[in-house]
Structure formats: C-alpha cells, structure tokens
C-alpha cells in the first residue's frame, strides 16, 4: 500500500480546509545530544503516565530544536540541485547570475520556494506566511535522573595540554547532556500542502540526522517513523502519546533502568497504541499507514531518495506548488 495521492489537494488552498497529514516519529538520540536554554537542559514536571498520575521530571525538546534543523536540510538540498542560490546577494528580482532564487534564511527570505511556503516566513513589515507544519514540544519517554550525564569540557592549546607558557587555561567548562537511545515521541502535522510538499517534508524529515547545540560535533537523532495518518483534523498531542506510551512501557522501562529500552520495542509499541488514541481524537481518518503497509510506502519512498533523477523530480514538483502559491496569494500584483 502507498499514500494515497488523490487525497491532498491539488493545490495550496488560500484558506484552511481541513487537510491533516500527520508524521508519527519517535526521535532517538543516537549519541549525546544538547538540548537547551540559557544553558540548561530543558525539563519540566509532568505525570508518568494517562493511567499513572505519579509525577515525574521529563527531557523537553522544543519545536525549534526540531523544525530548524529539519528545514535546513530541505534548504541544503534545494541549492544541491540548484533550486537556490548559494549567495546571499542577487539582482533586482533576487536571482543570482545563474537565475536561482536568493534565500538567505532569518534574513532575506524568496517567499517562494518550498521551504519557505510549508514552514513559512516574516520579513518584518515586508509579509510574512504561517508555517503549515504544525510542531509542538517533545517529552522524553524516560525521566531526566536516568536520561542524561554531565560532562566536563575543556578547551586546550593546540599542544593538546591546558598549559602554555606556565600558565593555565581556564577554558573548562560542565555541560548536561541528553544520553543516547533517549526516545522523544513526535507528531509532525502539515496542513493543507499538496502531495508534492509533503514529500518534500516527509524527505527533511528522513535526511535529518542532528538536532539541537553543537550538531557538527554531537547531537546525532534517528527519526524512527511509525506512522502516517490523513485525517480531517489534528490528533493527540506529543504529551499524551508519551505518557500513553509509558503506561504500555512502565514495566519494561522499570526492569531495563538505566539501560534504555530497546529501540525496537518503542516503535512497535507506538504503533499498537495509535489506532486507539485517534478513536479518542474525534476527527475522521481517511488513511492509517502502519506496520507492514507503512514498510512498503517508506521503502518505495526511501529507494527514490536514492536516485538523483527522482529527487529532482520530486524538488521539481515541490517548486512548481509552492511558486504557483506565490504567484497567486503572496506575489503583489
């Protein structure tokens, strides 16, 4: 089974109109992560579970630390194949001498290209366009006491001691750290994009491999997908499924503490638990991909993103949906 393409509008509607494409993923980190504020690990106090009311101390990672990397990997890709410029300045039209869109991203945005239509953009008083995908803080599975480690970083010369000429060097320094095979259940929600612009977020999604501080040196995250869902509305919070998750998992998490749970069992366990959340939700599911059926679409997709001419295609139609939203709802007349 494979999405269902028929289902996404055509084209990027002017007005919301109820079209809910949901990324199920359990982010795991895969080596020492850093996810913080003002130089702390985020945490906050919440219930283990939706049965179990006992409180406990998770591991937040909030929606920046989760888009931001994703869509630089969307804008990564896009000057790859020449989509966008890599010159942060252009002519009268914001096109470099080859004619590729000039995006510098926070700065000088195009307004037009993929990334900019599907997770939006403000220029101050020159516009601005709401993201269409929907993201929103993620929880630890595991609390913060078994979930993280401090270390003590140091600086040194280029000797390679802390010392140089007698003196000493203060360069040292204690950092928090979220330890690998942490599990961050996640809902990625895009609304009213079409089937072109959700590849091309269900592609950031896939190609990202590291989030939060220090993401060339540490940081590393597997994005396990565990479901695809097409519904009318938007579905369970990232909160409830976690806490719904533990309540599957207190057992196991109980006996496996401090080892992590294995990530196999997470996944699978996410997947049983979904088609009973949605019921709870309230909104009409025209497509569930999971287990075997999800296999076979992510498999299908995965084998495209191995080929050079179906990822430009797949760029290509992107571009032609969000130029067309351009040019009808934001470029001034």
């Not at 406990?56 to 931001?68: D, E, N, V, Y």
């Not at 595991?142 to 007698?166: C, I, Q």
């Not at 990202?208 to 501080?213: E, I, K, M, V």
């Not at 996944?267 to 569930?288: C, F, H, N």
Request: with cysteine; charged share 25%; aromatic share 8%.
């Amino acid at each position: 089974m494979s999405i269902d393409q028929n289902w996404f509008p055509q084209a990027v509607p002017a007005k919301p109109t109820g079209y809910y494409a949901h990324i199920v993923v359990v982010r795991e980190t895969t080596s020492y992560a850093v996810f913080q504020t003002d130089g702390e690990l985020n945490t906050v106090r919440v219930t283990k579970g939706l049965q179990n009311r006992d409180l406990m101390t998770r591991l937040t990672m909030f929606k920046r630390k989760q888009t931001t990397p994703e869509r630089l990997t969307g804008r990564e890709l896009l000057r790859r194949y020449d989509f966008l410029s890599d010159q942060y300045e252009g002519d009268k039209d914001g096109k470099d001498s080859q004619g590729r869109l000039i995006c510098d991203y926070n700065v000088n945005f195009c307004n037009q290209c993929p990334d900019c239509i599907t997770y939006g953009f403000a220029i101050g008083d020159s516009g601005s366009e709401k993201s269409k995908v929907i993201s929103d803080t993620a929880f630890s599975l595991t609390d913060y006491g078994s979930s993280h480690e401090v270390f003590t970083l140091n600086a040194p010369y280029e000797s390679g001691t802390m010392s140089r000429e007698g003196e000493v060097t203060s360069r040292i320094n204690e950092a928090d750290h979220v330890t690998p095979q942490t599990f961050f259940p996640t809902i990625i929600t895009l609304r009213d994009a079409t089937h072109a612009l959700f590849e091309y977020v269900l592609n950031n999604v896939i190609r990202t491999r590291h989030y939060g501080a220090q993401t060339t040196r540490t940081g590393a995250v597997k994005n396990h997908i565990v479901a695809i869902v097409l519904t009318d509305g938007e579905i369970v919070s990232n909160l409830k499924l976690t806490q719904a998750l533990y309540d599957e998992l207190a057992k196991t998490i109980e006996e496996s503490t401090p080892d992590p749970v294995a990530v196999g069992v997470v996944v699978e366990k996410s997947a049983e638990i979904l088609p009973k959340l949605l019921k709870q939700d309230g909104v009409t599911v025209d497509q569930l991909l999971i287990g075997d059926d999800l296999s076979a679409a992510l498999d299908d997709f995965n084998a495209r993103l191995r080929d050079r001419d179906a990822v430009n295609r797949m760029l290509t139609a992107a571009f032609a949906d969000s130029s067309a939203y351009y040019k009808a709802y934001i470029q001034k007349k």
